[in-house]
């Protein structure tokens, strides 16, 4: 044989062992129809577009307004949204020892014990190190708490409310909440022992680290990053 015929030759050779090799099922079927309209809006005549998707599934059923309600419960840094209930740092010590203290310290301190699997450890509450600077960004690894790092007292109690205590968020009463968050105030010296917390007070008070924090008023734009 020629060497010219050698090239040839194998891709004849290569084309019959694929052909032959090769299951010619209905998939390679649907495959090879397919390709063949390849480029054109031209579809195989056993595949057919998806339908368009409904407006609605019907899926669930409308929310009540009491299922609202009881997640409508949002505070903002103004006060806007606080219940009506009240509390002070004596009461707020009593629900704080049965409900936070196990995980949190009896004092604030952080952490007791191991926390469970997956779970961080609960974070320190009490603390006003540094009192005379706002060094955070530049040593990252600093303790943050309530008194010196939480900007507003009023998301204190919406983030209390929320979520704590971990093995039953939302089941304190506004009250408990009241006392829980006047209790954590006092320890921190932000407020006196004799202080009474309510929707008036508590949006009053102003956090020791409030004026450290600045409002984003970016507006968007080619440099909005």
């Given at each position: 044989?020629?060497?010219?015929?050698?090239?040839?030759?194998?891709?004849?050779?290569?084309?019959?062992?694929i052909?032959?090799?090769?299951?010619?099922?209905?998939?390679?079927?649907r495959?090879?129809?397919?390709?063949?309209?390849?480029?054109?809006?031209?579809?195989?005549?056993?595949?057919?577009?998806?339908?368009?998707?409904?407006?609605?599934f019907?899926?669930?059923?409308?929310?009540?307004?009491?299922?609202?309600?009881?997640?409508?419960?949002?505070?903002?840094?103004s006060?806007?949204?606080?219940?009506?209930g009240?509390?002070?740092?004596?009461?707020?010590?009593a629900?704080?020892?049965?409900?936070c203290a196990?995980?949190h310290?009896?004092?604030?301190?952080?952490?007791?014990?191991?926390?469970?699997?997956?779970?961080?450890?609960?974070?320190?509450?009490?603390?006003?190190?540094?009192?005379?600077?706002?060094?955070?960004g530049r040593?990252?690894?600093?303790?943050?708490?309530?008194?010196?790092?939480?900007?507003?007292?009023?998301?204190?109690?919406?983030?209390?409310?929320?979520?704590?205590?971990l093995s039953?968020?939302?089941?304190?009463t506004n009250?408990e909440?009241?006392?829980?968050?006047a209790?954590?105030?006092?320890?921190?010296g932000?407020?006196?022992?004799t202080a009474?917390?309510?929707?008036l007070t508590?949006?009053?008070v102003k956090?020791?680290?409030?004026?450290?924090?600045?409002v984003?008023?970016?507006?968007?734009?080619?440099?909005?990053k």
């Amino acid at each position: 044989m020629r060497p010219g015929r050698v090239v040839p030759f194998l891709a004849a050779f290569a084309v019959w062992a694929i052909s032959e090799g090769c299951d010619r099922g209905p998939l390679a079927d649907r495959a090879e129809k397919a390709q063949r309209t390849l480029g054109s809006e031209r579809l195989p005549p056993d595949v057919r577009p998806a339908p368009e998707p409904p407006a609605r599934f019907d899926v669930g059923r409308p929310a009540t307004a009491a299922e609202i309600a009881a997640w409508d419960v949002d505070v903002s840094p103004s006060g806007v949204g606080l219940p009506q209930g009240r509390g002070t740092p004596m009461q707020g010590a009593a629900v704080y020892a049965a409900k936070c203290a196990a995980c949190h310290g009896g004092t604030g301190e952080g952490q007791v014990g191991t926390p469970p699997l997956g779970v961080p450890a609960a974070p320190k509450l009490v603390g006003r190190e540094p009192s005379d600077s706002f060094a955070f960004g530049r040593d990252p690894k600093r303790v943050k708490t309530v008194g010196n790092y939480w900007p507003y007292a009023t998301t204190l109690f919406d983030y209390v409310r929320r979520t704590m205590p971990l093995s039953a968020p939302g089941s304190l009463t506004n009250s408990e909440v009241y006392a829980v968050v006047a209790f954590l105030l006092a320890a921190n010296g932000v407020i006196e022992q004799t202080a009474v917390m309510d929707s008036l007070t508590l949006a009053a008070v102003k956090m020791p680290a409030r004026d450290k924090f600045v409002v984003d008023d970016r507006k968007g734009g080619p440099g909005f990053k």
